[in-house]
C-alpha cells in the first residue's frame, strides 16, 4: 500500500481525528503536529527582530478619472528588492514592490485597473473579496500571457490549436507530471484547459457595488497560485463609502494595512520554495510540502520582523494573513490591563454591526480583519511585539510597536455601533449544499471528491436568492469563496466560533470541522469558484466552479 493510497483510506475510513494516532512516519511528516504545512528552512542567516521600519506600500494614483469611473495601470515585472538586510532577492511584483501599490477606491464608482504582463510567465489578477463581474475575476485559465507572447491565433497556425497559453509561452512549456509519482502535480485537465487569453495587458473592471472593506489582490493562475504569490505577487485594495467616512475611526497615518506573509530564501537571496519544477513549467510541490509551505521569516508589508513608533492614540490595523499555508494566532505583548486589546472593528467583508474585543484573532491564509488597538493604554515608552501563538521561535513574532511618549492629541474613537449589517436569514435559504474539501485517494486535494476541472460547475445557484452552503474538512482548509461574502450561521452544529463575525469571505475550517454559511448570489451570472486558500492545496486542485444563473 503506497503512502497516498494509506492516508487516503485513513482520512475517509478513520476520520480526521484519528490521525494523530496514525504512527507512520510518512503521515508524520505531511501531518506534523496537526499543523498545515511544514517549515521550509532558510538557507542563510536571519536578521535580527525589530530593527526595520515597518514599509507602507505606496497607494496607486489613478492615470484618468471620469464621472464614473477612476483608470489604474499595474506593471507587473520582475524587481530586485532588498527584503533581508544586504541581500538582493528578485521578486515578481505588482509595479516593482512588495506588496504591491494600494488601490484606494470608493463603493458606487467603478475602478478600472490596467494590468501589463512583464513577466517571464502568465498571469492572472483576482480581486479577492471583490464584487466583480465573472469575465474580470480572474478565472485561473483566463491568462494574461507576457508581452510579446506568441499570440493564440499564432498558435493555432501553428497547430496548437486548444493548448493556447499553456504551450508557446515562457514558463509554461513542458509535459504535465505523471500521476502516481512521488510529487503532487496539479491535474493533467488543468494543463490542457484553454481560457480567455489575451497577450500583454488586459483590463479588470470593478464596478465598486460593494460596502468598504479590506480586499486583496494577487495571482490566480491554474496551478502557480502559491509561488506566483509567494515570489511577490500581492497587494491591498480597500474599498471606503459613505458609512465608513461617517464614522470617528482613525485616519490617515493611524489607518495602516498590514500584509503578513512567511517567506524562505535561498542562500543566493531568492525566494526558497519546493517547486516540483525550479522553473515552474509544471506545477506542484515536492512531496514533504503537499500539505502546505511555511516559511520562517515573517514579514509584514515585505519587511522581516519590522517596528513602528506610534503614538499614545488609536490606530486602526488592517491584518491580513497573505501567507500560503500559515494560520497566526496574533496577540499583543504584553497585553494592556483589562485585555481586549484588539478591537473588531471590521471582517473579510467591510465593518461589522458593532465592535468585538479580542485577546487574540486567530487569522487563516486570506483572511481579513480590521482591528482598532488603542495605544494609550500604555505607558510611554512600552515596547509592544505583536506575536504569533501558533509560532515558535522566531515565528512566534510578528512585529513590534514602540510607543513615544510625546503628547498627543487623538479625536478617534469606537462607537459601540458601527454600521448597519443586514443579517441574512436562515428561512430564506432556497437550497442546501454541501462541499467536503478532503485529500483524495489519489493524488490531489478534492472538492466532493473530485479535483478541479476549468468548466465543470459543480452548483448553479440563481440570481438573487439565498443558499445555505456547508463546508467540511478533513484537515485544515480555510475556504474561500468568490463573488459575493457569506454570513456563517453555525460550526460543528453549534454557535459560529469568535472571528466568525459579519460578511466573510474565507472561513477555516480546522480538522474535522463542518461550517454553515449563508451566501446570496447577486448582479453578477456567471461562473465564479469557491476553492482551499492554502495555496498548495489550491494549485494542486481543491477547487471548484459554480455558475451563477
Ligand atoms: Cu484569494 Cu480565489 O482567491
Ligand atoms: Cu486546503
Known amino acids: 500500500m503506497n503512502r497516498r493510497r494509506f492516508l487516503g483510506i485513513g482520512v475517509s475510513a478513520l476520520g480526521a481525528g484519528a490521525l494523530a494516532a496514525v504512527a507512520a512516519p510518512s503521515a508524520a511528516r505531511l501531518f506534523a503536529a496537526?499543523?498545515?504545512g511544514r517549515l521550509l528552512t532558510s538557507e542563510l542567516d536571519l536578521p535580527e527582530a525589530f530593527r526595520i521600519p515597518l514599509p507602507v506600500p505606496p497607494v496607486l494614483q489613478p492615470v484618468r478619472t471620469d464621472g464614473t469611473t477612476d483608470y489604474y495601470e499595474i506593471t507587473q515585472q520582475v524587481a530586485e528588492l532588498e527584503i533581508l538586510p544586504g541581500v538582493?532577492?528578485?521578486?515578481?511584483?505588482y509595479g516593482g514592490s512588495f506588496p504591491g501599490p494600494t488601490v484606494v477606491t470608493r463603493a458606487g464608482r467603478t475602478a478600472v485597473v490596467k494590468h501589463r504582463n512583464e513577466l517571464p510567465v502568465p498571469s492572472v489578477t483576482h480581486l479577492h473579496g471583490g464584487h466583480t463581474p465573472a469575465d474580470s475575476d480572474g478565472y485561473p485559465v483566463d491568462l494574461l500571457l507576457p508581452v510579446g507572447s506568441a499570440t493564440d491565433a499564432d498558435q493555432r497556425t501553428a497547430g496548437m490549436a486548444g493548448m493556447s497559453g499553456m504551450q508557446g509561452t515562457p514558463g509554461a512549456t513542458g509535459t504535465h507530471g505523471t500521476p502516481g509519482t512521488h510529487e503532487m502535480h496539479g491535474m493533467p485537465g488543468m494543463r490542457a484547459a484553454a481560457g480567455r487569453n489575451v497577450?500583454?495587458?488586459?483590463?479588470?473592471?470593478?464596478p465598486g457595488k460593494q460596502r468598504a472593506a479590506t480586499l486583496w489582490y494577487h495571482d490566480h493562475r491554474m496551478g502557480f497560485t502559491g509561488p506566483g504569490v509567494w515570489r511577490g505577487l500581492a497587494g491591498f485594495h480597500l474599498v471606503h463609502d459613505e458609512p465608513e467616512d461617517a464614522l470617528p475611526l482613525p485616519r490617515g497615518e493611524r489607518d495602516l494595512p498590514l500584509m503578513i506573509a512567511d517567506r524562505s530564501f535561498a542562500a543566493d537571496g531568492s525566494f526558497r520554495y519546493p517547486a516540483v519544477d525550479p522553473s515552474l513549467a509544471d506545477p506542484g510541490v515536492t512531496g514533504p510540502y503537499a500539505n502546505g509551505v511555511l516559511g520562517d521569516v515573517l514579514l509584514v508589508n515585505g519587511a522581516p520582523w519590522p517596528r513602528l513608533d506610534v503614538d499614545r492614540a488609536r490606530y486602526r490595523l488592517r491584518l491580513l494573513n497573505a501567507s500560503n499555508a500559515r494560520?497566526?494566532?496574533?496577540?499583543?505583548?504584553?497585553q494592556p490591563a483589562g485585555g481586549g486589546?484588539?478591537?473588531?472593528?471590521g471582517s473579510d467583508g467591510g465593518l461589522l454591526a458593532a465592535p468585538v474585543a479580542h485577546d487574540g484573532i486567530q487569522i487563516a491564509p486570506a483572511e481579513r480583519f480590521d482591528v482598532v488597538v488603542d495605544f494609550s493604554r500604555y505607558e510611554p515608552g512600552t515596547q509592544v511585539r505583536l506575536v504569533n501563538r501558533l509560532g515558535s521561535d522566531r515565528t512566534a513574532e510578528v512585529m513590534r510597536f514602540d510607543v513615544s511618549s510625546k503628547p498627543v492629541k487623538d479625536d478617534a474613537m469606537v462607537p459601540d455601533k458601527l454600521v448597519a449589517v443586514e443579517a441574512l436569514d436562515p428561512a430564506a435559504a432556497v437550497t442546501t449544499r454541501d462541499f467536503a474539501f478532503r485529500r483524495s485517494r489519489g493524488d490531489g486535494w478534492t472538492v466532493n471528491g473530485d479535483p478541479y476541472q476549468p468548466g465543470r460547475s459543480i452548483a448553479a445557484p440563481a440570481l438573487g436568492t439565498v443558499e445555505r452552503w456547508r463546508f467540511s474538512s478533513d484537515l485544515h482548509h480555510p475556504v474561500h469563496v468568490h463573488l459575493d461574502h457569506f454570513q456563517v450561521i453555525g460550526r460543528n452544529g453549534g454557535d459560529p466560533g469568535p472571528f466568525d463575525a459579519g460578511w466573510k469571505d474565507t472561513v477555516d475550517l480546522r480538522p474535522a470541522e463542518a461550517v454553515e454559511v449563508l451566501v446570496r448570489f447577486t448582479d453578477y451570472a456567471g461562473t465564479y469558484m469557491l476553492h482551499c486558500h492554502n495555496l498548495e492545496h489550491e494549485d494542486m486542485a481543491m477547487m471548484a466552479d459554480f455558475t451563477v444563473r
Do not use: F, M
Not at 327 to 334: F, G, Q, S, V
Not at 341 to 345: K, R, S
Open 327 to 334: 494560520p497566526y494566532r496574533l496577540e499583543l505583548d504584553p
Open 88 to 93: 538582493k532577492t528578485q521578486a515578481w511584483t
Open 341 to 345: 486589546a484588539l478591537v473588531q472593528i
Open 34 to 36: 496537526g499543523q498545515p
Open 199 to 206: 497577450v500583454g495587458e488586459r483590463s479588470y473592471t470593478y
